[in-house]
């Protein structure tokens, strides 16, 4: 059973970074990607990466401030998030499975728990 584990959310100010971290254990997947869910609202593709490098952005919500990128000698996928804006505030979810760079949450077979990412203004 694949298990993913999410860390490096917290508390940053407007204009800052910080860097996702989603540790995979139990197997390796093809593809990965991170969501976000504000309160009152649905669960957002942010991006998603492929065994190979391929990736995907959500081009609305990331703006070119976020990069995705995979270490697959370590089974982890990163998300470095600059110039943050206080919209950027909910949980970040990573995700796993083997459909493809999409961007709908279903497709995805495995989650982790999650990690709050707030930026003050």
């Known amino acids: 059973q694949v298990q993913l584990v999410e860390s490096g959310g917290g508390l940053v100010q407007a204009g800052g970074s910080l860097r996702l971290s989603c540790a995979a254990s139990?197997?390796?997947?093809?593809?990965m990607g991170w969501f976000r869910q504000a309160p009152g609202k649905e669960r957002e593709f942010v991006a998603a990466?492929?065994?190979?490098?391929?990736?995907?952005y959500n081009v609305d919500s990331v703006k070119g401030r976020f990069s995705i990128s995979r270490d697959i000698a370590k089974n982890t996928m990163y998300l470095q998030m600059n110039s943050l804006e206080p919209e950027d505030t909910a949980v970040y979810y990573c995700?796993?499975?083997?459909?493809?760079?999409?961007?709908?949450?279903?497709?995805?077979?495995?989650w982790g728990q999650g990690t709050q990412v707030t930026v003050s203004s």
């Open positions: 990466i492929t065994w190979s490098g391929g990736s995907r």
């Open positions: 139990g197997g390796t997947l093809s593809n």
């Open positions: 995700a796993g499975g083997s459909t493809g760079l999409v961007t709908t949450a279903n497709e995805y077979d495995y």
